[in-house]
């Protein structure tokens, strides 16, 4: 009885020689989604972790960096995969070369990355 207004309601079931709708536009709303998530969240990531990886190789005696821990130092030497940083007062932390998070600002105020932008 009840299950009868329900059934009333959906309208007529199609018939099995029915037009079939179009797959690509079934999927497209889903393609669509893909393609803005992609320009506005993974592009722009992957661009990010190139540049911080590129700077992580071009690091060199003197440039001023910050650790993941949040240390603020100088490169004094570097070791393969492992610097040395000069904390001041005669402090020297080994650290490794993925535990850098950036460059610091120098007594200047600006970064390596920013005068080669000018």
Same mark, same amino acid.
């Given at each position: 009885?009840?299950?009868?207004? +329900?059934?009333?309601?959906?309208? #007529?079931?199609?018939?099995?020689?029915? #037009?079939?709708?179009?797959? !690509?536009?079934?999927?497209?709303? +889903?393609?669509?989604?893909? =393609?803005?998530?992609?320009?506005?969240?993974?592009?722009?990531? #992957?661009?990010?972790?190139?540049?911080?990886? +590129?700077?992580?190789?071009? !690091?060199?005696?003197?440039?001023? =960096?910050?650790?993941?821990?949040?240390?603020?130092?100088? =490169?004094?030497?570097?070791?393969?995969? =492992?610097?040395?940083?000069?904390?001041?007062?005669?402090?020297?932390? #080994?650290?490794?070369?993925?535990?850098?998070?950036?460059?610091?600002?120098?007594?200047?105020?600006?970064? $390596?990355? $920013?005068?080669?932008?000018?």
């Amino acid at each position: 009885m009840f299950f009868d207004n +329900l059934a009333h309601a959906m309208g #007529q079931a199609p018939a099995a020689g029915g #037009q079939a709708g179009n797959p !690509l536009m079934t999927f497209m709303p +889903l393609i669509l989604m893909f =393609v803005i998530f992609y320009f506005l969240l993974i592009r722009p990531q #992957q661009k990010k972790q190139k540049e911080h990886k +590129l700077m992580l190789e071009n !690091l060199t005696r003197g440039d001023r =960096v910050i650790t993941a821990g949040g240390l603020y130092g100088r =490169v004094i030497e570097t070791k393969d995969d =492992v610097l040395t940083i000069d904390l001041g007062n005669d402090m020297h932390v #080994q650290v490794g070369r993925g535990f850098i998070s950036g460059l610091a600002p120098a007594a200047g105020g600006t970064t $390596k990355d $920013k005068d080669k932008k000018k």
